[in-house]
């Protein structure tokens, strides 16, 4: 009986060995090329605020472009600090920028890695810039990092920061 039921097991073991074997042999991997960034902004809705939402992710798309040296598309989504907390622990997003005077706490609280930058033009604590990037990846701390200080310098992100639109940003929105 003990045999018997040891001779099922062995053979269960090698019957799953066997098909993981074969699996393993059509498994492929893709890997994505959109960063999925995640906006919290402390300033009211505005047409305004949504041309600097898209020249940041403009911006950030042209400075993870060039860090990468292959195309990388931004995805920008703005959500509270409460979702956001929850979606960087949960890998729902690569990314997060907080726009405003200060960090909130419950974003500090999973050991991301945090880059400052300000608006050098206003001096506005309220154009103050954040990304916070939760991954243990050095290097792609490091490539997100320069790509936001070239976000942050662009012509096209200082342009809508001041509330001008530029031709050669394809950005169409108008700030009032």
């Known amino acids: 009986m003990k045999n018997n039921l040891y001779a099922r097991i062995v053979g269960l073991f090698l019957s799953v060995s066997v098909a993981t074997a074969i699996a393993s042999d059509k498994v492929s991997v893709q890997a994505s090329s959109d960063l999925r960034v995640t906006v919290i902004d402390s300033t009211s809705a505005s047409d305004a605020r949504a041309l600097v939402h898209t ?3 403009t ?3 042209v400075g993870m472009t060039r860090e990468c040296k292959a195309p990388v598309q931004v995805k920008i989504k703005v959500a509270d600090a409460g979702r956001a907390a929850k979606d960087l622990k949960a890998g729902s997003c690569d990314v997060l920028v907080v726009i405003g ?4 706490p419950v974003l500090m609280k999973n050991g991301a890695t945090v880059l400052k930058a300000t608006d050098a033009r206003s001096g506005d604590l309220n154009r103050t810039f954040y990304l916070l990037a939760n991954t243990s990846d050095v290097a792609m701390n490091q490539m997100v990092g320069l790509a936001f200080d070239h ?3 662009s012509a096209t992100f200082q342009d ?3 509330g001008k639109t530029t031709s050669a940003s394809g950005l169409a929105a108008t700030a009032r």
């Open 59 to 61: 911006s950030l798309s």
């Open 101 to 104: 005077n200060s960090v909130p």
């Open 55 to 57: 020249a940041l992710g």
């Open 151 to 153: 976000a942050i310098k």
């Open 160 to 162: 809508a920061l001041a």
